[in-house]
C-alpha cells in the first residue's frame, strides 16, 4: 500500500474558481511534506514544503495546510488559472533515512 | 529555474544493450537522485549520491548502477536494458541547507526499451 494517496486522481475545474486537492499519509514519523507541481513534459516544480510543526504554508494562490495528528494535508488553489493545469504531488519525508515518499499526483485541468 | 540538464532527453533502444543517462548541474549541490515516474505509481527512489564517489541505492535499484566522479554529473547506467525498464527518468539535486530544502529536478529523459 501507497503510504502517500492523494485524491482526486483527477479534477476538472473552471477557469476562476478554486478547488482544494487532498493528501493522505501513513509515513511516521516524518521530517516534513511537500507539494509539487509537475506541468506535462517538465519535472516536479517545489510549491510549499512544511514541517511537522507547521501546519500552513502559502505560496502565492497555493495554500497548504498541514494536519499531524489526522496525517492529512490539503493543498487549495485560488482563482485558478489555465496555467495551474498540472499535476499536482504531495511527497512525504521521513525522519530517517533518504528516502521521499511520493504521491501519484492529482491531474488538474482549468477549462476556460 | 535550477541549473540541472538530463541528456538526452528521449531514447529508443533495443533489449539488452547497455544505456547511460547524464545529469548535469551547475549548482554545486552535494546531493543527486535518479528517479524512474511510471503510471499508477509515484516517483520512485533508485540511486541517489551524497557526494562525489558517495552513492546508494533507493527502492527501485536492481538492474541500475550509478557513478559521480564529479559534483557537477551523476550518470545512471542501465547495464542491459529490459522492457520494465521503460520509463521516464528523473534526476534531482538538493543543496546542503538541510531536510528542508527543496528537490530541483530537470526535465527527464524518456526512454523506450523495444
Known amino acids: 500500500k501507497n503510504q502517500v494517496e492523494q485524491s482526486p486522481q483527477s479534477l476538472i475545474i473552471l477557469e476562476g474558481k478554486n478547488c482544494t486537492l487532498q493528501?493522505?499519509?501513513?509515513?511516521?514519523?516524518?521530517?516534513?511534506l511537500r507539494w509539487y507541481k509537475q506541468d506535462t513534459g517538465r519535472g516536479p516544480v517545489s510549491l510549499t514544503i512544511?514541517?511537522?510543526?507547521?501546519n500552513t504554508k502559502s505560496n502565492g494562490r497555493y495554500t497548504a495546510t498541514l494536519d499531524a495528528d489526522t496525517k492529512q494535508s490539503s493543498l487549495h488553489i485560488t482563482a485558478s488559472q489555465l496555467s495551474d493545469s498540472a499535476s499536482y504531488i504531495c511527497?512525504?519525508?521521513?525522519?530517517?533515512?533518504?528516502?521521499?515518499?511520493f504521491g501519484t499526483g492529482t491531474s488538474l485541468t482549468v477549462i476556460p | 529555474d535550477a541549473g540541472i540538464t538530463q541528456s538526452p532527453r528521449h531514447k529508443v533502444t533495443e533489449t539488452g544493450t547497455p544505456v547511460t543517462l547524464r545529469c548535469h548541474q551547475t549548482?554545486?549541490?552535494?546531493?543527486m537522485y535518479w528517479y524512474r515516474q511510471d503510471p499508477g505509481h509515484g516517483l520512485r527512489l533508485i540511486h541517489y549520491?551524497?557526494?562525489?564517489?558517495?552513492?546508494d541505492k533507493g527502492e527501485v535499484s536492481d538492474g541500475y548502477s550509478v557513478s559521480r566522479s564529479k559534483t557537477e554529473d551523476f550518470l545512471l547506467t542501465l547495464e542491459s536494458a529490459t522492457s520494465s525498464q521503460t520509463s521516464v527518468y528523473f534526476c534531482?539535486?538538493?543543496?546542503?541547507?538541510?531536510?528542508?530544502?527543496?528537490?530541483?529536478f530537470g526535465d527527464g529523459t524518456r526512454l523506450s526499451i523495444l
Open positions: 511527497v512525504v519525508r521521513p525522519n530517517t533515512g533518504n528516502q521521499f515518499y
Open positions: 549548482e554545486n549541490h552535494r546531493y
Open positions: 512544511m514541517t511537522f510543526s507547521e
Open positions: 493528501c493522505n499519509y501513513t509515513v511516521s514519523p516524518f521530517s516534513n
Open positions: 549520491s551524497y557526494g562525489v564517489k558517495d552513492t
Open positions: 534531482a539535486i538538493r543543496g546542503d541547507g538541510g531536510e528542508n530544502q527543496p528537490q530541483h
